[in-house]
């Protein structure tokens, strides 16, 4: 092969090899950077906690010792005007006979009070107006609340009526029935304890998983008859669900 033709091959391949060079610079600036890093060896690794995890449930049964009564009258008249003129004076009445049975001020509140159009079957046309008034009533003698409600529907006009019963500090059986339950709580934790072959230690944490409120008996009486109105007071019943944590010792 003749020298010339030799540095015309040169010539040529760095010419490529310099094109190539430029081909990758260029395809690398366009890329984002790419950082390669080694675990730390004082990275933190996830630790199970050891212990008897557990519930407990109880209920206590307590009789109630306070009643709700509650009491209400309407009126319906071709204007809304009459209609809650009307309503007003059976109120008063009704307000009156519940006042008259010791009732003081504090236990006797509004619990409900509108004043509304009543359509036609088709719901095209206004036939009257109807206004209604609800009162609640905290009554202290849970023995004679079917009395109550004879005078109140008889003597005051009370065109709906109806009872519950409760406890006046509900607390207090919520309390006793916790007690109980972390007590059954712990027996099961000890069972468990025992079963696997390990001791109980102190407790880590309590959770009450007990939903908010009381259970109370209601009764909706309506319209009470001549005769007179019954209401066994009964139980009440109050349950409590724990969840209890215990170390293994």
Not at 23 to 48: D, E, L, N, Q, Y
Not at 61 to 86: C, H, L, M, N, R
Not at 96 to 103: D, E, H, S
């Amino acid at each position: 092969m003749t020298s010339s033709i030799r540095v015309a091959l040169a010539s040529v391949a760095c010419a490529s090899l310099v094109a190539l060079l430029v081909a990758v610079a260029v395809v690398a600036a366009g890329r984002p950077p790419v950082f390669i890093t080694s675990p730390s060896a004082a990275s933190t690794t996830s630790s199970i906690e050891s212990g008897v995890f557990t519930s407990g449930d109880a209920s206590v049964s307590k009789k109630p010792d306070i009643a709700f009564v509650y009491a209400g009258v309407e009126s319906q008249q071709p204007t809304a005007s009459a209609a809650q003129s009307d309503l007003a004076a059976k109120a008063a009445k009704l307000i009156a006979r519940i006042k008259a049975l010791g009732v003081p001020d504090q236990d006797l509140n509004t619990s409900g009070y509108a004043v509304g159009p009543v359509y036609t079957p088709s719901g095209q046309t206004i036939s009257g107006y109807r206004a209604s008034e609800q009162l609640q009533v905290t009554w202290h003698d849970v023995n004679n609340v079917g009395k109550a409600l004879d005078a109140i529907v008889q003597e005051g006009g009370a065109t709906n009526v109806g009872a519950s019963f409760g406890l006046a500090d509900p607390k207090a059986a919520q309390a006793e029935a916790r007690t109980l339950a972390i007590a059954d709580a712990r027996s099961r934790a000890q069972a468990m304890a025992s079963a696997a072959g390990v001791r109980l230690g102190a407790v880590i944490r309590v959770s009450d998983l007990t939903s908010s409120g009381v259970p109370s008996a209601r009764f909706d009486v309506g319209a009470a008859a001549p005769a007179a109105t019954q209401l066994p007071v009964g139980q009440l019943t109050v349950a409590v669900t724990v969840e209890v944590d215990f170390a293994i010792a």
